[in-house]
């Protein structure tokens, strides 16, 4: 069993920044795949980033060259920095977590992100 909790959603204004950090608990950190998941408008729950233990990073379209994540294995937390930040970006940013060979997936309950115009 996993948790996931999200903290570092907000209001920002178009072109800036935040950081939202995820902590984990409940299973080795670092044999856990750790995504950031979003629900933007009229979007159903896309992938944006991905990190494996390892490090290996994998970005959304929509969000490559911006979004940048991150792990701290001994910390137990996955972090995304997202840079020039667009109204578009608004929405519901969750993280998640799987084990591979595992059938279980682990989501935090999310947290929102608003970028004005």
């Known amino acids: 069993q996993v948790q996931l909790v999200e903290a570092g959603g907000g209001v920002v204004q178009a072109g800036g920044s935040l950081r939202l950090s995820c902590a984990a608990s409940?299973?080795?950190?670092?044999?856990?795949?750790m995504s950031w998941y979003r629900r933007t408008t009229g979007i159903q729950r896309e992938v944006i980033a991905t990190?494996?233990?390892?490090?290996?990073?994998n970005y959304g379209d929509s969000v490559k060259g911006r979004f940048t994540i991150s792990r701290d294995n001994a910390k137990r937390t996955v972090d995304l920095q997202m840079n020039s930040l667009k109204p578009d970006d608004t929405g519901d940013y969750y993280c998640?977590?799987?084990?591979?060979?595992?059938?279980?997936?682990?989501w935090g309950k999310g947290t929102l992100v608003t970028v004005s115009s």
């Open positions: 998640h977590g799987r084990i591979p060979g595992d059938l279980m997936n682990y």
């Open positions: 409940g299973s080795i950190f670092s044999n856990i795949v």
């Open positions: 990190i494996t233990g390892g490090g290996t990073t």
